[in-house]
Nanobody, 116 residues
């Protein structure tokens, strides 16, 4: 079955950096677009970044453009989210997602807290 396992979250001061990882299994990773979402307390889950199957195209939410970078290593079945110049409003649980078998599959999420 499809499994997505995120890691790399933690606490960071404003202006700091973190790199999130999502290891995938249960499907042919290199055939699928991968995306990162986040959900802040009291808010709906929102799109953060996406990357096509072999990494040729990426797209970002306006709120993270220029600060976050999504990339993938298909040999390791892993997608990453490099987060720089972080702001308190980046505080959220971050999830990776894949659409497989006509439905969305999510990981368990990893908490990111940006605070001084």
């Amino acid at each position: 079955q499809v499994q997505l396992v995120e890691s790399g979250g933690g606490s960071v001061q404003p202006g700091g950096s973190l790199r999130l990882s999502c290891i995938a299994s249960g499907f042919i990773f290199s055939n699928y677009m991968m995306t990162w979402y986040r959900q802040a307390p009291g808010k709906e889950r929102e799109f953060v970044a996406g990357i096509t199957s072999v990494g040729e195209n990426t797209n970002y939410a306006d709120t993270v453009k220029g600060r976050f970078t999504i990339y993938r290593d298909n040999a390791k079945n892993t997608v990453y989210l490099e987060m720089n110049s972080q702001k308190p409003e980046d505080t959220a649980v971050y999830y990776c997602r894949v659409i497989y078998g006509s439905r969305a599959h999510w990981g368990q999420g990893t908490q990111v807290t940006v605070s001084s």
